[in-house]
């Protein structure tokens, strides 16, 4: 599937972004199955947490962008486009900013809930995940 993908003659502009993004997609499926969280274009958010003895945090950009405009986090929430860019820690989620904004709760489920947001691999550095073969969580 993968040759015969990569021989194919490249369509032009938008076609071949969206073909090799349903790709990635396609191959981070197979090689993940349906038990992790991580996927193609998440955000690992690892400032603090293994020095404090947490699991880096992971932000599922794409599951959260297909829920919410732009704004609401980029503008409303201040956050800055920038993986690692942001200096969240959890006082300031429980005082209701970045991810308090929305994980309170109310919109969706609260701060409690340590073990879905901390799910990285530990060790692993700040960065958008963009590569299909390495893996993010155990
Ligand atoms: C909604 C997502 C989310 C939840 C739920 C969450 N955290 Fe965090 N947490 C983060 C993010 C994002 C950071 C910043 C990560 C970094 O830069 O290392 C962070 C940072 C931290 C840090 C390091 C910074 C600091 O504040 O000391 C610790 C420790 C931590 N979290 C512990 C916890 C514990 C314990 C829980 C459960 C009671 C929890 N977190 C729940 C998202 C979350
Ligand atoms: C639910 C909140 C949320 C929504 C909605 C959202 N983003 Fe983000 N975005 C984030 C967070 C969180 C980060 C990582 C910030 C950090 O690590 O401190 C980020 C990071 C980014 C980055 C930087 C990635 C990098 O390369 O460092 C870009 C670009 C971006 N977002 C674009 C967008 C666009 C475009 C949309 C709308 C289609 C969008 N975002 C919607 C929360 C959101
Ligand atoms: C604009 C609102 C909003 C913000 C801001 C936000 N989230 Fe979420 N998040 C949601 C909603 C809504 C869900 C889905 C809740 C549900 O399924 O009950 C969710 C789900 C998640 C999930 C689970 C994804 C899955 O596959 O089920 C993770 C992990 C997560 N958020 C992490 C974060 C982290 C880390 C941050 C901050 C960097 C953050 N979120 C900021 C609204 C938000």
């Known amino acids: 599937m993968r040759r015969e993908f ?6 032009p502009g938008r076609s071949l972004g969206l ?20 996927e193609y274009g998440d955000i690992v958010i690892n ?13 599922p950009h ?3 962008r297909i829920r ?9 929430l201040g956050f800055k486009f920038k993986a690692g860019g942001n200096e969240i820690n959890m006082l300031k989620i ?18 409690e809930n340590c073990d879905i947001c901390h ?7 700040t960065q958008v995940h963009g590569n299909t073969i390495q893996k993010l969580v155990k």
């Open 62 to 64: 794409w599951f959260h």
């Open 68 to 76: 919410f405009r732009c704004k609401v986090c980029h503008a409303d």
């Open 6 to 11: 990569l021989g194919s003659k490249p369509a």
């Open 94 to 111: 429980i005082d209701g900013q970045f991810c308090g904004g929305c994980h309170n709760g109310e919109v969706a489920w609260s701060v």
């Open 119 to 125: 799910s990285g691999k530990p060790n692993t550095p």
């Open 47 to 59: 400032n603090y947490s293994d020095k404090a003895g947490m699991r880096p945090a992971i932000f």
């Open 19 to 38: 073909l090799r993004m349903a790709f990635l997609l396609g191959m981070a499926c197979l090689l993940w199955g349906g038990d992790v969280l991580a």
